[in-house]
């Protein structure tokens, strides 16, 4: 017996998901997706979002050296910083230092993998999809 995948996500799914994980805002939903498609990390067929290999290896990468950067909370939580700086509760040069504070530490800790080191995560991670058996 074989195991159905997950559905994929269509544009209105995808939307519907990251307004429940705090994610973006409505009017920044459409522009999101054109980027996405323009840089061909993903394509839509009959209305599914299908991930493209770019975007497959973007993911990988984001994923493996800078997974703090690309979690829900994070960026959900960013979010609510910059509602805040825009009520002007928050001093945004407070919210950048931050950032940039941890950013930098974070920089400082990978600027040294070696090339081999990433492809052979990102090979890890894709085996499957580059070289199906």
């Keep these: 017996m074989f195991t159905k995948p ?14 429940e994980l705090g994610i973006g805002r409505p009017s920044t939903y459409a522009s999101t997706l054109a980027t996405l498609q323009d840089r061909d990390y993903m394509r839509l067929e009959k209305r599914t979002i299908i991930p493209e290999d770019r975007g497959r290896v973007v993911t990988a990468f984001l994923s493996s050296f800078f997974a703090k950067y690309v979690e829900f909370d994070f960026t959900a939580g960013l979010e609510a910083q910059l509602d805040q ?36 995560t990102l090979n890890d991670l894709l085996a499957d999809h580059i070289f199906p058996a």
């Design 85 to 120: 700086i825009s009520a002007g509760e928050v001093a945004y040069k407070s919210v950048l230092r931050e950032f940039w504070d941890s950013f930098a530490a974070h920089i400082e800790q990978t600027k040294d993998l070696r090339v081999s080191e990433v492809l052979d």
């Design 6 to 19: 997950p559905a994929r996500f269509t544009e209105a799914s995808l939307i519907k998901r990251m307004e």
